[in-house]
């Protein structure tokens, strides 16, 4: 006993196939796109916002330094997968946000963020 199948409208289904692989490309660019762009106003808003003063609320630049390091990356990671990273590589950076431990001229200072 053998049995048959027959498939209509290959040309169809084929078609459909297509659209789906292209608009799954458009939203991959589409999401990619809107990272970068979100990206962008977490660094503009830090710098703006949080790095400008005045004091005491926010910090204000001494340096400069630090406002200056704040990046995003934004990269894809897979098959429909980005990462967007945040921060800075400045060392103090990280005292200032969550505060701890300040050792300057051999003395510790404790920070303590509010």
Known sequence: MSVRVTIEGREKLLKVGSLVLNRRKLLDESVYKEMLQFGQ??????????????RPDRLAPVTGHLRQNIV???KQTGAHLFELSFGTNIVYGRIHEYGGPV????????????
Do not use: D, E, W
């Open 72 to 74: 995003s990356t934004t």
């Open 41 to 54: 106003r977490l660094v503009a808003t830090s710098k703006g916002k949080y790095l400008s003063g005045p």
């Open 103 to 114: 050792v300057q001229n051999g003395k510790t200072t404790f920070i303590m963020r509010k």
